[in-house]
């Protein structure tokens, strides 16, 4: 069976989802693994409006693809965790109702940890030294986990402005990822920190190629190239797989949706 992996979406399902649902049909996918950060984009804490049209587009999507007979693995990111555990970030969503409404919408994907796929273990951020994957880590979240759950959110490593060695599957930079690798897991591939491509020569892969940041003019820019990756379980091999993310059109795009 072939597995797409996609990284980190901030509010981008309605830009990303279709260009996935083309890597769907042209290469026989059977489930997808989307990994975490489905909401907070850069400079629009308070553009109500996209964060609720881009969660029912995320949630439709999902439901679709599993009416078609598609598996979908829903990755927990910080960012979700934060509305989970109630917490109010600096990125959350302004508007303290619209706040506790993702967090009902976000309960809905069934968001979990991690998943095993086959030698890689999958989770938004990855799995240092310091950390190592627990049994409630595989089942979807539920009120019996948010105390752990919290428990990883507010473990950030240096790299990430905060004080522990490193961070959690939630928080831990690439960087550290790599200095510190969880020797029971020598394969990982993660998102949560920006890629320009997908290197998948390494056992550390990271995917998060469709981030975007406001440069000092106040306009967006893409920081990666859009790739995607597919694991084949017949082969057990990856494969990467380029897109057509950051032209013209998905400026203009964007442009009409954060409107």
Do not use: C
């Not at 996918?29 to 587009?57: E, H, S």
């Not at 990666?224 to 990756?229: A, S, T, V």
């Amino acid at each position: 069976m072939k597995t797409l992996l996609v990284g980190d979406l901030h509010l981008k399902s309605q830009l990303i989802l279709p260009i996935v649902d083309n890597v769907i049909k042209d290469n026989n996918v059977k489930r997808v693994i989307l990994l975490g950060d489905y909401v907070d984009f850069p400079g629009q804490t308070n553009n109500i409006n996209l964060y609720a049209r881009d969660l029912t587009f995320l949630f439709s999507w999902k439901k679709n693809m599993e009416a078609n007979g598609l598996e979908v693995i829903n990755i927990i990111g910080n960012h979700d965790a934060d509305y989970l555990i109630n917490f109010v970030s600096q990125y959350s969503v302004e508007n303290i109702e619209v706040f506790f409404a993702i967090k009902e919408q976000l309960k809905e994907l069934g968001l979990q940890v991690a998943y095993q796929l086959n030698d890689f273990l999958i989770s938004h951020a990855g799995y240092t030294t310091l950390f190592n994957p627990e049994p409630w880590h595989f089942e979807k979240i539920t009120s019996r986990h948010l105390h752990k759950l919290e428990e990883l959110a507010d473990s950030i490593g240096t790299k990430r402005g905060g004080l522990f060695e490193t961070g959690s599957p939630l928080w831990a930079d690439l960087s550290e990822l790599k200095e510190k690798t969880n020797l029971k897991h020598p394969k990982q591939i993660v998102g949560h920190t920006p890629q320009k491509n997908i290197d998948a020569s390494n056992n550390i892969i990271g995917i998060d190629t469709f981030s975007l940041y406001l440069n000092n003019h106040h306009e967006y820019q893409v920081i990666g190239n859009g790739d995607l990756i597919i694991h084949d379980d017949k082969h057990n091999e990856l494969t990467v797989i380029s897109t057509n993310w950051g032209n013209l059109e998905t400026y203009e795009t964007l442009k009409k949706l954060i409107q």
